[in-house]
């Protein structure tokens, strides 16, 4: 009953490597997110899509790139990993409130990054 | 200013005690959700709320859209409850997700 796939839960990867984290979801959703959760700062907005081809940026875009080619994907790049990069990141779907009636929100499990 | 508050930050509380986490927000929202996160874990959603109260076992979340406040309850509390608390909303002007700070919770057997 996964609706919300991240492609794995733990990688480790090395400084200036480039790095794909996948999110898949199956509800047709148009709205999608990629965070990252640190201690003491808690999950924080790094990309959203309302869209296919759609991207804005959210409060830390700085070090990534995302991309949405079809609407159940929504994927999150980091060009050159870094150490300051080690965390854990979270997508989230959503349906569009304007087309939608169902505002519920649905998680992955999370992708725990270390670069090392 | 953090547009979602959770109180408190830490708690810990004994076997069988009933366990009280609050969220306050200053944005108009669509809806909220409590989530659970277990150390080192996932994050698993609890309740989806836009009103009123949902009760699910021992947990009870409830909303009051006029103060914008939501509670979560834990009745009976077990140490397998320790875990970090998270409340979301969702915001009714873009739709955005935004996240409480947590709050950790331990449980002494």
């Known amino acids: 009953d996964v609706k919300v796939t991240q492609s794995s839960r733990y990688l480790v990867k090395r400084t200036g490597e480039k790095v794909f984290l996948e999110c898949v979801q199956d509800m047709d959703h148009e709205n999608m997110f990629w965070y990252r959760q640190d201690p003491g700062l808690g999950l924080r907005l790094i990309y959203f899509?309302?869209?296919?081809?759609?991207?804005e940026k959210g409060d830390i875009p700085e070090g990534y790139s995302v991309s949405r080619e079809k609407k159940e994907r929504f994927s999150l790049i980091l060009e050159s990993a870094s150490t300051n990069q080690t965390s854990m990141y979270l997508c989230a779907s959503s349906l569009c409130q304007v087309t939608g009636s169902d505002t519920e929100a649905f998680f992955g499990q999370g992708t725990r990054l270390t670069v090392v | 200013k953090n547009e979602v508050e959770q109180s408190p930050q830490n708690l810990t509380a004994q076997e069988g005690e009933f366990i009280t986490i609050n969220c306050s927000y200053s944005?108009?929202?669509?809806?909220l959700h409590w989530l659970q996160q277990h150390p080192g874990g996932g994050i698993v959603s609890l309740f989806m709320?836009?009103?009123g109260k949902k009760k699910h076992g021992r947990l009870i979340a409830t909303i009051n859209i006029q103060e914008k406040h939501s509670s979560l309850h834990i009745t009976a509390s077990h140490p397998r409850d320790s875990a970090v608390y998270i409340c979301a909303v969702i915001m009714n002007r873009d739709d955005k997700i935004i996240f409480g700070k947590g709050t950790r919770l331990h449980i002494l057997p």
């Open positions: 899509s309302y869209d296919v081809k759609m991207k």
């Open positions: 709320l836009s009103s």
């Open positions: 944005v108009g929202i669509s809806a």
